[in-house]
């Protein structure tokens, strides 16, 4: 499970009142219903400042891997050029020990 689906199956846990079988179970499938997944967008803003549309998450499946999909794309869309281009600077001149390190204190 990636660090986003931990965070998005921690979500899921404390709206529905029991964690996801899998990340490929579907949130309605498991009792969410339209107030729970305004909820579950809300705090998808507020903990990854990531606004996700509606429609993403009906067209592609409201599972927590479709869903942490749609944050990391939304993550990513949101970093502009220059700062992509620190980063993989940044990162190309670390060592593959550093790189997991800061892989795991970000998990």
């Not at 660090?3 to 490929?24: C, F, K, N, R, Y």
């Not at 809300?42 to 998450?57: C, M, N, S, Y």
């Amino acid at each position: 499970m990636t660090p986003t689906e931990s965070a998005v199956a921690e979500i899921w846990t404390e709206l529905l009142g029991q964690a996801p079988p899998s990340v490929d179970d579907d949130f309605f499938e498991l009792g969410g219903q339209s107030l729970t997944m305004v909820q579950f967008l809300a705090r998808v803003e507020e903990q990854f400042g990531v606004e996700l549309p509606i429609d993403v998450l009906f067209s592609s499946g409201f599972t927590v891997a479709e869903a942490s999909k749609a944050i990391d794309q939304g993550r990513i869309a949101a970093v502009d050029d220059d700062e992509l281009a620190a980063l993989l600077k940044q990162l190309d001149g670390m060592s593959d020990d550093e790189i997991n390190e800061l892989l795991s204190d970000n998990a």
